[in-house]
């Protein structure tokens, strides 16, 4: 493909007019002339009132006559100073400003996807090609004997315990005291965590229903436990968690157009990487 192809085909697309008419726009309403080399600075009634809408927006009040003045003098200084470092070629080989640039482009370009609303139809069908991403936790009938600090010792004493409540021994001749109750019902596995750590709600997973099972670690010490009942989670419905489906379909939507604007623009590009010897 021909450079005079490339460039035919560049600027038919949507987004590259999109763009253009963006960078217009800019243009206009900031009273910024094409060249940053002219001498001429022209502040005019639209910046005035652009001016004055963002104080308005801000201080929930128009700005005085005095105050819109010094926002009007502000501007002309800033303009001057960027016009200034421009014809000084301080913008060039500058990082920061490279990046800042990098992300007003990507800004323009993922606008028409950040504010598009999802259908229904596109939310479900995110939610069944990954319904596991978005089910809520089980939920646990479960007995615990807190066996003490984690330790050689207490790991060795726990399956002599272990072995007595297989036995039949009663839980409340086991065990030490501990100001958690030694039998929970109906709680999620975020509930465990949240009582016991994140390490112990892990251990319950997967540990067969009906017998005592252990040692099971947690932030308190060690623990025997008895998983008595598991609920498993209900398939999602969209309206529990649309929410979150949303969330993930507009981070998904934004970074594939991001992906896709950058595939245009880098194919108007002849990149040459050179390796270094």
């Known amino acids: ?44 009634e639209t910046l005035v009132t652009r001016l004055a809408t963002g104080w308005t927006e801000t201080y929930r009040r128009p700005p005085s006559a005095d105050e819109l003045d010094g926002l009007i003098r502000d501007y002309v200084k800033s303009e001057v100073y960027y016009r200034e470092a421009l014809r000084l070629g301080l913008d060039r080989d500058d990082e920061v400003v490279k990046r800042r640039m990098r992300s007003k482009l990507e800004s323009v370009g993922t606008a028409d996807a950040e504010a598009r609303e999802p259908s229904d139809a596109e939310l479900q069908a995110l939610l069944d090609r990954d319904p596991a991403r978005y089910t809520t936790d089980p939920r646990y ?13 207490s790991r060795v004493a726990a399956g002599h ?48 229903v009906g017998q005592w099972n252990g040692p099971v670690a947690s932030g308190l010490g060690l623990h025997l436990v008895k998983v008595e009942r598991v ?39 002849d990149v040459v990487i050179e390796q270094p010897r």
Do not use: C
Not at 4 to 26: D, K, N, Q, S, Y
Not at 175 to 200: K, T, Y
Not at 238 to 264: C, F, H, P
């Open 1 to 44: 493909m021909t450079m005079r192809t490339r460039m035919a085909t560049w600027l038919r697309e949507p987004l590259v007019h999109f763009m253009i008419a963006g960078a217009l726009v800019f243009v206009a309403l900031s009273g910024r002339p094409a060249d940053p080399g002219e001498r001429r600075i022209v502040v005019s």
């Open 161 to 208: 315990v272990l072995a007595r409540l297989r036995s039949g021994a009663a839980p409340t001749a086991v065990g030490q005291p501990i100001a958690l109750p030694g039998s929970l019902r109906d709680n999620s596995a975020s509930d465990v965590a949240e009582l016991f750590g994140d390490e112990f709600a892990a251990g319950l997973r997967g540990v067969p």
């Open 141 to 153: 009938d479960f007995q615990q004997i807190y066996l003490g600090a984690d330790t050689a010792a």
């Open 231 to 269: 609920a498993a989670p209900a398939a999602p419905k969209l309206a529990a968690v649309r929410q979150r489906v949303e969330n993930d379909w507009r981070s998904a939507t934004i970074r594939k157009a991001d992906d896709e604007g950058y595939r245009k623009l880098l194919d108007g590009y």
